[in-house]
């Protein structure tokens, strides 16, 4: 669990031990906007608390430790609720990984939820600490925008290193074609399925949150 508490004048950055160290940050009259991060979803217990201390619905807590979700968007009295997929390559064989991400955007916090810990954000943490752009000097709502704007950044590093391995291997198919070019066309497919799966809905998402 780690937090990063922020506004134009002032940054603080810490690894919290507990889920009580985070609930003092739900309050409405801070000035500054609170970012809490939890990589690992699969602790009942903790997540539980984490809920019950923020006043999230349970079914919603639920929807963030059933990684099989759909790209989504749930909006409440005091939150909204967005569940995202994070894609990346498999470097051995160029597999296509989808890890879900939760974000609870309220008044002056966001909750972040990653399967475990990938460093898709760590640009933001950086822009945070530098005090680059805007990001200090606006509230929650623009953090989370940040956030979603990372993992769609990341879908376009995804297309390029497609579409390189499909210009790779029409030239395989027009000078050698082998056997395993079919397996290959295969791997692309289910590749693009992936991705499709996770972008498509996305568009519900952002027109949603818009």
């Not at 990984?97 to 810990?117: D, T």
């Not at 752009?133 to 509230?139: D, Q």
């Not at 027009?174 to 991705?195: F, H």
């Amino acid at each position: 669990i780690t937090i990063i508490e922020y506004n134009e004048g002032c940054f603080r950055e810490q690894e919290a031990k507990s889920i009580e160290e985070c609930l003092p940050l739900k309050d409405k009259n801070r000035s500054t906007v609170a970012w809490i991060n939890i990589d690992g979803i699969h602790q009942g217990e903790i997540l539980g608390k984490l809920g019950e201390g923020f006043g999230l619905h349970p079914l919603i807590v639920e929807d963030i430790m059933n990684t099989d979700q759909r790209p989504k968007i749930e909006d409440f009295e005091t939150y909204s609720c967005l569940v995202l997929k994070i894609l990346y390559c498999n470097g051995k064989d160029g597999e296509i990984i989808s890890e879900q991400v939760s974000l609870i955007l309220g008044q002056n916090f966001v909750i972040s939820f990653q399967e475990k810990e990938v460093g898709i954000f760590q640009v933001i943490r950086d822009r945070i600490r530098a005090n680059k752009g805007r990001i200090r000097k606006v509230g929650a709502d623009y953090l989370a925008y940040c956030l979603i704007d990372a993992i769609v950044d990341n879908y376009f590093i995804i297309m390029e290193t497609m579409g390189e391995k499909i210009e790779l291997l029409e030239d395989e198919l027009v000078k050698e074609p082998t056997p395993g070019i079919l397996r290959t066309i295969y791997n692309l497919k289910r590749n693009m399925i992936v991705l499709r799966r996770s972008v498509w809905p996305l568009r519900e998402v952002i027109g949603g949150l818009e």
